[in-house]
């Protein structure tokens, strides 16, 4: 059984920076496809980042350049550095995962569909 569990959320002022980790247990064998969405109250769910198994990144327009996707295989654990935060950032935070076979082409928007998806970590930026 996958697991995927976040951490490093909080609160930050506008400007701020955070860095969300996830880690994956239960079957780490680096097979994943990996992503981050996120999602705002009565806002659908956004896709942010992706990392294939080749360490391949793929970003959302909207944080291109602010947020930075990265893994460490060995410790089974994927991060994003989020800079540059604006209050249009507040959201729950989700690390997604997937089998790396199932996408030919990785498409940022579909990560909340990933087969598995962590618990949410809460991002909140004020002004």
């Known amino acids: 059984q996958v697991q995927l569990v976040e951490s490093g959320g909080g609160s930050v002022q506008s400007g701020g920076s955070l860095n969300l980790s996830c880690v994956v247990t239960g079957n780490p064998d680096n097979i994943y496809l990996m992503g981050w969405f996120r999602q705002a109250p009565e806002k659908e769910a956004e896709g942010l980042a992706a990392?294939?198994?080749?360490?391949?990144?793929s970003y959302a327009e909207s944080v291109k350049g602010r947020f930075t996707i990265s893994r460490d295989n060995i410790k089974s654990t994927m991060y994003l550095q989020m800079n540059d935060l604006t209050p249009e950032d507040t959201a729950v935070y989700y690390c997604a995962a997937d089998f790396q076979e199932y996408h030919t082409v990785v498409v940022v928007r579909t990560i909340p569909l990933f087969t598995y998806r962590g618990q949410g970590t809460q991002v909140t930026v004020s002004s």
């Open positions: 990392i294939d198994t080749d360490d391949t990144a």
